[in-house]
């Protein structure tokens, strides 16, 4: 069995900074590209961020330059350091293996003016 385990959210002000953790169990963690996703209220739910298992990644042009996903293999574990955040980015993140329908159940971040 598929789980993902997201971790890290909060309430930040504007200009600060926060790290979301995604634990993935049930999956040879290494083989697969992995992913953030965020959904604000009343929006759809759009990409943010991957990894692809050598390490590639690509970036939302909304967040490129301000957030940092990377993956520690030995910890199943995928990373999203966020910096700089705005009230804009706030909203509940996912994280999921691209091309399936293994999702988290996400973690809110909240950023205040």
């Known amino acids: 069995q598929v789980q993902l385990v997201e971790s890290g959210g909060g309430l930040v002000q504007a200009g600060g900074s926060l790290r979301l953790s995604c634990v993935a169990s049930?999956?040879?963690?290494?083989?697969?590209?992995m992913g953030w996703y965020r959904q604000a209220p009343e929006k759809q739910r759009e990409l943010v961020a991957v990894t692809t298992s050598g390490g590639i990644t690509n970036y939302a042009d909304s967040v490129e330059g301000r957030f940092t996903i990377s993956r520690d293999n030995a910890k199943n574990t995928v990373y999203l350091q966020m910096n700089g955040l705005k009230p804009e980015d706030t909203a509940v993140y996912y994280c999921n293996v691209p091309g399936t329908a293994y999702w988290g159940k996400g973690t809110l971040v909240t950023v205040s003016p």
């Open positions: 049930g999956i040879i963690f290494s083989t697969h590209t």
